[in-house]
Every structure is written in structure tokens, then in C-alpha cells.
């Protein structure tokens, strides 16, 4: 990887940019690891979260600083299928892209993905929360599991097995306070083993989705080179004070600064192909 493409394209680099327009800036089959947690459609008047100290509806948590209502599912995968179609792009082909989503639909999504994408559906994996937010209603069980999917582009692909006892597909760990106010911050222990399973040192991994930033300093700490993408000014804010705290060598584009990136991406390209008609 060399200097231009580490400033150019934004590596070791947190966006203040929506994701669509965030992986147009991305080359074709460059990232290694596309690991992210989209929203999907969980703010509910009828679901609890804890939020600091206090147990509220997932919809007083969410508050209205991103879309996560979708009227049907169709409508959800509608609104998905685009990115998944970037990811599919910048992905290289022995690269590995895993999703969070609604449990609910986990099983619909990955059906319709084989369906419209040339992904392979590998594993379905799980994350037990060891001291779940309690029950108030007590009218169903309590909600202690999150899901992730996990498709590879190719045949072949990164895949670290370690001692038989840790590789299972369901981790555990728990849930206490958290690195920022984002109210659906990824603890560490559910990013960690994924990064350091379905990537090597020195690879990239990508986040269309930054939120609070955890699977980009994980990426980091474990010396992978990271790309984010965040909408929301108060998030990317928040993520960017997280990534500060750490300490982490990252670069951070606010959106006053994206339009020169692109200028200077599309100025790459065009020299590219004009040596290329050249020779």
C-alpha cells in the first residue's frame, strides 16, 4: 500500500460522509474485511435498551438521528441492496464481508443476497450477552442474543482457525458501560474475535457504518488498516473523540474536506488510465 492510496482513499481514516458516497471513493477489490452493523429497523416503542443507567424503548434510545424504521422488509432490503452491491465491489475476492442484523429476518436476508449477489453464505454467528437488560413486562423471554452473518466473495478466503475450543460460533460476553453515548455501540468482545478470524495483519477492513467506532479501533489495535464511514455529524464527532482517546494513528475527514479527496481520487484514476493507453 502506497502513501497516495493511504491518504487518497482514506485508510486508517474516519469519514463524516454517508456510506454510499464513501464507497465510491473506494478502488474496486481493495478491502479485505467488510465487518459492519447497519441499521435495521429495531427502534420500537415496544423494545427495552438500557441507556445509561436508565431501561428505555428502543425508540427513546435511537432518538431521530438516523433512519431506523423501514415500513416492510422489502423496503429494508431495498434500501441495503445498494451497499451490499459496494461491498461486493471493493471487496478482493478471497475477502469476507459480515453483517449484524434483525435476528428476526437474519435467515430472509441471506436468502435474498444469495439470490441477487455471487456471495457465498459461510455461518450464522452469535453473541450471548451474560447480563441482559431484565425483563419488565415479563410477557417473553429476555433478549440476550445478537446475530451476525458472514459470506465470503470466493471459494477461497482468510479464515484463522485457532484452538478447537474457541472456535465456535457463539461468544460470550458482558454488557456494562459503554466507550461512547451511541446507542448501539459494539463491545469489544464481539468485534475482536471477528477481526482477528477473518483477517490477517496489515489487511483492510471497512466500516460503511462507523457508529461509535469500536470495530475501527479494534481494527487498528490489532495492526489492521481501517476505513469508516459515519453520516451523522454528532456520531462522527463521538467516534472521532473515541478514536483520539486511544490514541490511534487515524486521519479524520469532516465533510468540507471529502470533495478534495474525490478530486484527487478521480485525478488518480485518469493518470492511471492514461498510462495505461499509453503503453
Known amino acids: 500500500m502506497n502513501q497516495a492510496e493511504q491518504k487518497y482513499f ?12 464513501g464507497l465510491a471513493t473506494v478502488p474496486s477489490n481493495f ?3 467488510v465487518l459492519t452493523d447497519p441499521p435495521y429497523g429495531i427502534a420500537d416503542s415496544s423494545k427495552l435498551t ?9 425508540s427513546q ?3 431521530s438521528d438516523f433512519q431506523d424504521q423501514w415500513a416492510t422488509i422489502d423496503d429494508y432490503y431495498q434500501w441495503l441492496k445498494p451497499f451490499i452491491a459496494e461491498f461486493v465491489r471493493v471487496l478482493k475476492d478471497n475477502g469476507s464481508m459480515i453483517l449484524f442484523l ?8 441471506v436468502h435474498c443476497l444469495e439470490q441477487d449477489f455471487e456471495l457465498n453464505f459461510k455461518n450464522k454467528i452469535y453473541f450471548k450477552k451474560k447480563n441482559p437488560v431484565p425483563s419488565i413486562r415479563k410477557n417473553n423471554y429476555r433478549s440476550t442474543i445478537e446475530e451476525a452473518v458472514w459470506f465470503t466473495k470466493g471459494k477461497q478466503y482468510t479464515f484463522n482457525f485457532g484452538a478447537q475450543s474457541e472456535m465456535l460460533q457463539v461468544y460470550e460476553g458482558p454488557i456494562g458501560k ?6 448501539t455501540e459494539k463491545y469489544g468482545w464481539m468485534i475482536e474475535p471477528l477481526i482477528r478470524n477473518h483477517s490477517k495483519p496489515g489487511d483492510i477492513v471497512l466500516d460503511a457504518f462507523a457508529g461509535s467506532a469500536t470495530t475501527l479501533v479494534v481494527a487498528k489495535q490489532h495492526d489492521r488498516h481501517a476505513i469508516g464511514f459515519e453520516k451523522s455529524p454528532a456520531m462522527y464527532e463521538m467516534a472521532k473523540a473515541r ?6 494513528a487515524f486521519d479524520f475527514y469532516a465533510p468540507d474536506d471529502e470533495p478534495a ?3 484527487e481520487l478521480d485525478r488518480l484514476m485518469d493518470t492511471e488510465f492514461a498510462n495505461l493507453v499509453a503503453a
Do not use: M
Open 10 to 21: 482514506g485508510i486508517n481514516a474516519l469519514h463524516n460522509l454517508d456510506g454510499q458516497a
Open 31 to 33: 478491502v479485505d474485511l
Open 50 to 58: 438500557k441507556k445509561g443507567s436508565k431501561i428505555v424503548t428502543t
Open 61 to 63: 434510545a435511537w432518538g
Open 102 to 109: 434483525d435476528r428476526k429476518y437474519t435467515g430472509l436476508i
Open 178 to 183: 459503554k466507550k461512547t453515548a451511541h446507542p
Open 243 to 248: 478514536i483520539e482517546a486511544e490514541q490511534l
Open 261 to 263: 479527496i474525490v478530486r
